[in-house]
C-alpha cells in the first residue's frame, strides 16, 4: 500500500503523446517535493512500526538497547533490582537476637528490597558509552519502562 515508485507512476499518468524525456524530467521536477514528503514519511514510518513493536518486557527492552548500542555481541541485560532483606543490629545491652559482628553482610541503602531498584540495566564496559550515550540509553529506559518501576543502570 506504501510502496509507491513515483517514475512509474508520472510514467503511466503521462498521456502517450506526451511521454517524452523533457515532459518526464519536467514533471519529475514538479513531483520532487511530494517524493521528498514521502521519503520522509516513509523513514518516520519505519521508526514508528519499531516503537510498536517494543514494550515494557524484558527481552523487548533488552532488544531495543542492544540495537542501539550493541549491535554486534549483544551484552547489555536486565535483571531483577536488589531484594535482600533488612538485618536489624543491636548492641548486646539491648538483648535483641542479632549482634553486631564481622560474619553480617553489610550493604548500601539502596541495596534492600523495600528502598531499592526494580530492575537493574547492565551495560559491559566493553562497550564505549559517552556521556551522551548514557543520556540516551537513560531516555530509552525512560520511554519502556513502566511508569512505576524504578531502575538503576550500572556499568560492569
Keep these: ?9 508520472i510514467t503511466w499518468m503521462l498521456p502517450l503523446l506526451r511521454r517524452q524525456p523533457v515532459y ?6 514538479l513531483c520532487a517535493g511530494v517524493v521528498s514528503m514521502y ?3 516513509m523513514v518516520q514510518r519505519a521508526a514508528d512500526l519499531y ?3 517494543h514494550d515494557s518486557r524484558v527481552f523487548s527492552m533488552e532488544a531495543v538497547f542492544n540495537d542501539a548500542f550493541d549491535m554486534v ?5 536486565i535483571t531483577d533490582g536488589f531484594n535482600k532483606n ?3 543490629l543491636y548492641t548486646r545491652t539491648e538483648a535483641q537476637p542479632v549482634f ?3 560474619s553480617i553482610p553489610l550493604w548500601n541503602r539502596a541495596d534492600y528490597a523495600d528502598t531499592g531498584v526494580d530492575f537493574i540495566v547492565w551495560v559491559p564496559k566493553a562497550i564505549s558509552m559517552t556521556v551522551t550515550d548514557m543520556i540516551q540509553l537513560t531516555a530509552l529506559v525512560n520511554k519502556y519502562k513502566l511508569a512505576s518501576k524504578r531502575y538503576a543502570i550500572y556499568r560492569v
Design 24 to 29: 518526464f524530467a519536467w514533471m519529475q521536477t
Design 39 to 41: 521519503s520522509e514519511f
Design 86 to 88: 533488612r538485618i536489624y
Design 51 to 53: 516503537d510498536i513493536g
Design 100 to 102: 553486631l559482628n564481622p
Design 73 to 77: 555481541n549483544r551484552t547489555i541485560y
Design 1 to 9: 500500500m506504501f510502496n509507491i515508485v513515483f517514475s512509474k507512476l
